[in-house]
């Protein structure tokens, strides 16, 4: 005996013939690759903070690098716990530009000129809108892109950078500096610790990861950033862990020293800090955990 159709399970089947019937068979959609936007924006008390992706890329082996004084396994381990594999890390370069309404000023030049006028152009910016650039220290991914075919990058800017770390810099035989650095000499304002470049705008000292390393605090209308620069290079292998010696560190036990004293700042008064190797978009918080630091990535807080 054969069992009746009910009227939901025929309008069910006419409803999936009639779809399947409509929708024709399309080729399927071209693979387009990985992208991630070169800029993230976000309102910091009356001033604009933009933070600019002008690089990134995966290196091998990053505890040739990183931890150096920790033995593999406890590298590994850490590395398990945090989910990231330990054989390979990916580096992330993002300078960071502040329009205060009256000055836009960019805090280090990435990697190449044309790297950070590419994501300025992104961000809505040419290069001879900048009118104050600030170099955190003299590293080439910081200075590279100073100079765009033997001509100044920024041609309407001047120049603001650490006393100790220029100083530093005159000192040795370095290629880049005396090309991309050095030139602008006249133009630059030598800053020591605790010095202003523009209202709202403190430099601090934070040696060891070069001999003048700084880290900069931005304050308007009751709301702080510190942008950190290479403070920590990486948000587990050296935020996470601040006594892990790092390669690119000149001096490691200093550095580990600046590392403490700022990261204990910044989980203390709970401020928001823009890292130059912090995973894109590079805005996060910090709080202790044990006798480390824990990164909490931005979610919506630079959005209220």
Avoid: C
Wanted: no cysteine.
């Amino acid at each position: 005996m054969t069992k009746p159709i009910s009227r939901r399970s025929m309008l069910a089947a006419t409803a999936t013939v009639s779809m399947s019937a409509a929708v024709p068979a399309w080729a399927a959609a071209p693979m387009l690759g990985a992208a991630t936007p070169k800029f993230n924006r976000f309102k910091l008390g009356a001033f604009e903070v933009t933070n600019l992706l002008v690089g990134t890329r995966t290196v091998e082996n990053p505890h040739n690098i990183f931890g150096l004084n920790v033995s593999d396994q406890e590298f590994e381990a850490a590395s398990k716990a945090a989910l990231i594999p330990s054989d390979k890390v990916q580096f992330f370069f993002t300078p960071t530009v502040v329009n205060t309404g009256e000055t836009l000023i960019l805090f280090d030049t990435g990697l190449s000129a044309e790297s950070i006028t590419d994501a300025l152009g992104e961000a809505g910016y040419t290069a001879d809108m900048v009118d104050h650039v600030i170099i955190t220290h003299m590293h080439g991914d910081h200075v590279g892109g100073m100079i765009n075919g033997g001509a100044a990058t920024f041609p309407n800017a001047v120049y603001s950078t650490g006393a100790v770390e220029f100083d530093a810099w005159t000192k040795v035989e370095n290629a880049l500096f005396d090309s991309n650095v050095r030139p602008f000499a006249e133009k630059t304002t030598m800053m020591d610790d605790g010095a202003s470049a523009f209202s709202g705008h403190t430099a601090m000292a934070a040696f060891g990861h070069t001999p003048g390393h700084m880290v900069h605090m931005i304050e308007s209308d009751g709301h702080a950033l510190l942008i950190t620069a290479d403070l920590a290079n990486h948000y587990i292998w050296s935020l996470a862990h601040p006594d892990w010696e790092v390669t690119f560190d000149v001096d490691k036990a200093a550095a580990a020293v600046s590392r403490r004293r700022v990261l204990d700042m910044l989980a203390a008064d709970k401020i928001p800090f823009a890292g130059y190797h912090m995973p894109w978009p590079g805005v996060g918080f910090v709080e202790t955990r044990g006798e480390g630091f824990h990164y909490v990535p931005s979610s919506y807080q630079m959005m209220l």
